[in-house]
Structures are given as C-alpha cells and as structure tokens.
T-cell receptor, first 112, second 113 residues
Framework: KNQVEQSPQSLIILEGKNCTLQ??????????LRWYKQDTGRGPVSLTI?????NTKSNGRYTATLDADTKQSSLHITASQLSDSASYIC???????????FGAGTRLAVHP | DGGITQSPKYLFRKEGQNVTLSCEQN?????MYWYRQDPGQGLRLIYY???????QKGDIAEGYSVSREKKESFPLTVTSAQKNPTAFYLC????????????FGPGTRLTVL
C-alpha cells in the first residue's frame, strides 16, 4: 500500500532556531517528492519538488533532502521566523500526474 | 493561491441538502482536482478532470459529483448521500503531465449542521 508518513506530528520551536521535519514513504512507482507549506485555513503552497536523481533542493531558508535508497526525505528550516508557523506536508507522486500520496503533515509553531 | 479561486470560504449545510462548491482557475491548466482534508489525515482525492467534458473518480468519490463544462471551472456538488461531509475542501489545477506541480486554491470549509 502506498503510504507517506511524517514526523513529528507537531513541533514547537523558538524564533531563530533551526528544525528538521521527516518524511518516510513507501510509494511505487516513484516519480517525485514535494514539500508543501499550508497556513491555517489556506491552500498548500509548493516549497520544493525533487525527482529521483536529486539529493537536495533549497528554497530560501528551506532545504529539502531526498534519499531514494532509504525512501526518506527531510525538510530543514533555518533561522525560523514567526511566519514559518504552518503545517508542512510531504507529497509523493506515484507516477501519473494525478497519483499523489499525501502525508498527514507536521504542524510547526514558532514562538517568539 | 496562484490564480485559483474557491467560493464560498465558509459554507453551512443542513442535513439532507445538496451544496455546490465553486472552483475557478485562470492558469490555463487542463487538469483540475478536488481534494478533501480532514484533521490528522493527508489530502484525499475526490475527483479529477484531465480535460473539458471529462472527469474521473478519485479515491473517495461516493456522495460527490462534478462537472467540467469549461476549462476554467470545476464545481463540486456535495450530495445528501455523503455520510460525513464536514471537512475542508481544496481545489487544485495543473498541466496533465507526470511530475507537474499542482497549484491549490484557498479552500472551502463545509460544516453540516
């Protein structure tokens, strides 16, 4: 069964600190892996998209890594800001434009 | 929210009523999607459409219906047959190619009273 699991479920950090969110997947066939940011009550917004051959991709203070052998990905947030408070969703494309498997997300709260 | 609008933002429905959620995009995308989001769960695909006048059931289509009469519009009707319709509904669009990015609308929160 195709699955995407994220950890932790929720996380609280202080402003200015770094954090890392984890994503493990069992999806076949694998096309790409995406990280989305979703503010409360809003639609998800894409942060990064990585294909099988990419190990890392950055978008400002966000850096995603992918280990296709262990089927793990991480999202590292550097120097967190209050505006980083959101849910972060890991999504794996299982081949085909309409075959997306969504993780349940990690809810991040950045406190001053 | 990148060129996709959803309305209304909040919707309240009495049991036994059908309601229609609107989704419009100006990104010139052929493919459009409807997802349902429940607390603690990943998004689940309700319906998707690859092209005008064509649509396919997703993983949880029971109790829902859609139409795609125009490229820009993909309305979702939540029927009285949907047993637990209270959820956050998200519309998305993309080019219909493997690996293409999906762009999401701002969502509609439906509550059944």
């Amino acid at each position: 069964k195709n699955q995407v699991e994220q950890s932790p479920q929720s996380l609280i950090i202080l402003e200015g600190k770094n954090c890392t969110l984890q994503c493990n997947y069992t999806v076949s066939p694998f096309s790409n892996l995406r990280w989305y940011k979703q503010d409360t009550g809003r639609g998800p917004v894409s942060l990064t998209i990585m294909t099988f051959s990419e190990n890392t991709k950055s978008n400002g203070r966000y850096t995603a890594t992918l280990d296709a052998d262990t089927k793990q990905s991480s999202l590292h947030i550097t120097a967190s800001q209050l505006s980083d408070s959101a849910s972060y969703i890991c999504v794996v494309s299982a081949g085909g434009y309409n075959k997306l498997i969504f993780g349940a997300g990690t809810r991040l709260a950045v406190h001053p | 929210d990148g060129g996709i609008t959803q309305s209304p933002k909040y919707l309240f429905r009495k049991e036994g009523q059908n309601v229609t959620l609107s989704c419009e995009q100006n990104l010139n995308h052929d493919a459009m999607y409807w997802y349902r989001q429940d607390p603690g769960q990943g998004l689940r695909l309700i319906y998707y459409s690859q092209i005008v006048n064509d649509f396919q059931k997703g993983d949880i289509a029971e109790g829902y219906s859609v139409s795609r009469e125009k490229k820009e519009s993909f309305p979702l009707t939540v029927t009285s047959a949907q047993k637990n319709p209270t959820a956050f509904y998200l519309c998305a669009s993309s080019i219909p190619e493997t690996g293409s990015e999906q762009f999401f609308g701002p969502g509609t929160r439906l509550t059944v009273l």
